[in-house]
């Protein structure tokens, strides 16, 4: 059966694209989708495949409370920081998947491990602003191996860079996976400003001493042929 077995999966090569790989985060932004389109090429017919695509976001902190008594007051008090992913979201292409992978998939991008009454808080405010969902029959086949699916963004969520990453199985084995990944930030000069400001903050420091001091100039000038 192994021998059966590994040519089969060398046999199986899984593909993926983006219709787009930057979205532009405008003020009035209230959220988008994520097309993605892919094809596997293997010799198990697709209605025996089952195709899992996750969307992780960018991570976030979280401050971590505790209630506790003090001076026989009841209090919340910060017990730390933890580190979460910003939105997970689960399409597949059957109709009953199991929710509870995406609970645990989720609780294991926790930087450190939390109470279950925490877990279970953390989990109720994502799935509230749609940034924790699973999507049943989400992913749909087209001509031949073609598959598609559709990912919502909510207006929630972070900017930063976010990675999708596709796998394809049969009989709960895996057969292939492909990893993209895309921004969801600023676009044009707003955005060269905003990667400027995080990525390089000493020098969007000096930049803006140096215009306020042109600024300052120029409107001294101005004000001398007065």
Same mark, same amino acid.
């Given at each position: =059966? %192994?021998?059966?077995?590994?040519?089969? $999966?060398?046999?199986?090569?899984?593909?993926?694209?983006?219709?787009?790989?930057? @979205?532009?985060?405008?003020?009035?932004?209230?959220?988008?989708?994520?097309? =993605?389109?892919?094809? %596997? &090429?293997?010799?198990?017919?697709?209605?025996?495949?089952?195709?899992?695509?996750? $969307?992780?976001?960018?991570? %976030?902190?979280?401050? $971590? @409370?505790?209630?506790?008594?003090?001076?026989?007051?009841?209090?919340?008090?910060?017990?730390?920081?933890?580190?979460?992913?910003?939105? +997970?979201?689960?399409?597949?292409?059957?109709?009953?998947?199991?929710?509870?992978? +995406? !609970?645990?998939?989720?609780? &294991?991008? !926790?930087? &450190?491990?939390?109470?279950?009454?925490?877990?279970?808080?953390?989990?109720?405010?994502?799935?509230?602003?749609?940034?924790?969902?699973?999507?049943? *029959?989400?992913?749909?086949?087209?001509?031949?191996?073609?598959?598609?699916?559709? =990912?919502?963004?909510?207006?929630? *969520?972070? $900017?930063?860079?976010?990675?999708?990453?596709?796998?394809?199985?049969?009989?709960?084995?895996?057969?292939?996976?492909?990893?993209?990944? @895309?921004?969801?930030?600023?676009?044009? !000069?707003?955005?060269?400003?905003?990667? =400027? *400001?995080?990525?390089?903050?000493?020098?969007?420091?000096?930049?803006?001493?140096? +215009?306020?001091?042109?600024?300052?100039?120029?409107?001294?000038?101005?004000?001398?042929?007065?």
């Amino acid at each position: =059966l %192994i021998a059966l077995f590994i040519p089969l $999966m060398a046999q199986a090569q899984l593909y993926t694209e983006l219709a787009e790989t930057l @979205f532009d985060v405008r003020p009035d932004f209230d959220g988008t989708e994520v097309v =993605l389109i892919g094809t %596997i &090429q293997t010799p198990i017919v697709r209605d025996d495949i089952e195709l899992r695509v996750e $969307m992780k976001g960018p991570p %976030i902190a979280a401050n $971590m @409370f505790k209630n506790e008594s003090v001076g026989g007051i009841w209090m919340q008090t910060a017990e730390g920081r933890i580190t979460i992913p910003s939105l +997970l979201i689960h399409s597949h292409n059957i109709p009953n998947p199991n929710h509870e992978k +995406l !609970i645990q998939k989720f609780s &294991q991008n !926790i930087s &450190q491990p939390i109470p279950s009454d925490a877990l279970e808080a953390l989990v109720a405010q994502l799935q509230e602003r749609d940034q924790l969902r699973s999507l049943p *029959a989400g992913i749909h086949w087209r001509s031949g191996t073609l598959f598609k699916t559709r =990912l919502p963004i909510p207006s929630t *969520a972070p $900017m930063g860079t976010y990675s999708i990453t596709t796998e394809a199985y049969h009989d709960g084995e895996l057969l292939g996976t492909h990893q993209l990944t @895309f921004e969801l930030g600023r676009g044009g !000069i707003e955005r060269g400003l905003f990667l =400027l *400001a995080n990525e390089h903050g000493w020098l969007y420091g000096i930049l803006g001493v140096v +215009l306020a001091a042109f600024v300052g100039l120029g409107t001294a000038a101005l004000a001398n042929r007065r």
